[in-house]
């Protein structure tokens, strides 16, 4: 069955700083997905990760994929106050549309 | 066009009470999925819908139960309520087979004091 891990679980950043969050799955995974959620909010999509080598960039934030290694990480370049939210990796459990989540990340970006 | 829509958005129960949450999914999307959040587990797959039928099912028990409408809608029902169920109710639509984006609703809010 398909574990996700991730790391940190909670991350105190100042702004202007760079950081990388990992996520970790146990088994093959279709593709990896990253979410990120305001307090008391919804999980809005950030990115979905189809293939080993994949690479997506949005603003500040660039996700990247290693099948061979089973992570994926999350980076975070010259962080600003907006970027404050818990951030969730999920992979999807074979042959299923069952996605499996980490614990997910706080990220607090200090002035 | 139109997101994931869940109805009630926020809930009071008591426990041993019943509940039915209602999900409509993304115009289109054939395939409604639920997730239970709550701080201590995280967030947790309830089971999965396409095409009326239900495909997938998580490690909760008998006491939570879904359906989907022909209109692609869903909605799960929560039967002898206990104080662990309170939590934030989460459902993801996608086309289903050969897609890959889901989209997650507001979420429902439930609480059972």
């Known amino acids: 069955e398909l574990k996700v891990e991730q790391n940190p679980l909670f991350l105190s950043m100042q702004e202007g700083k760079n950081y990388t969050i990992y996520c970790n799955y146990s088994?093959?995974?279709?593709?990896l997905y990253w979410y990120r959620q305001d307090p008391g909010k919804s999980l809005e999509s950030l990115f979905v990760l189809l293939s080993n080598g994949a690479v997506k960039q949005e603003g500040r934030l660039m996700a990247s994929l290693d099948t061979k290694a089973r992570l994926s990480t999350l980076h975070i370049t010259a962080a600003v106050h907006d970027l404050s939210a818990t951030y969730f990796c999920?992979?999807?459990?074979?042959?299923?549309?069952?996605?499996?989540f980490g614990k997910g990340t706080k990220l607090t970006v200090n002035p | 066009k139109a997101g994931v829509t869940q109805t009630p958005r926020y809930l009071i129960k008591t426990r041993g009470q019943q509940v039915t949450l209602s999900c409509s999914p993304i115009?289109?999307?054939?395939?409604v999925s639920w997730y239970q959040q709550t701080p201590g587990q995280g967030l947790q797959f309830l089971f999965e819908?396409?095409?009326?039928?239900?495909?997938n099912k998580g490690n909760f028990p008998g006491r939570f139960s879904g359906r989907q409408f022909s209109n692609s809608r869903s909605e799960m029902n929560v039967s002898t309520l206990e104080l662990g169920d309170s939590a934030l109710y989460l459902c993801?639509?996608?086309f289903g087979a050969g897609s890959w984006e889901q989209y997650f609703g507001p979420g429902t809010r439930l609480t059972v004091t």
């Open positions: 088994t093959t995974s279709d593709r």
């Open positions: 819908y396409f095409s009326e039928t239900q495909r």
């Open positions: 993801a639509s996608s």
């Open positions: 999920a992979g999807i459990q074979g042959g299923s549309e069952k996605l499996v």
């Open positions: 115009s289109g999307h054939r395939s």
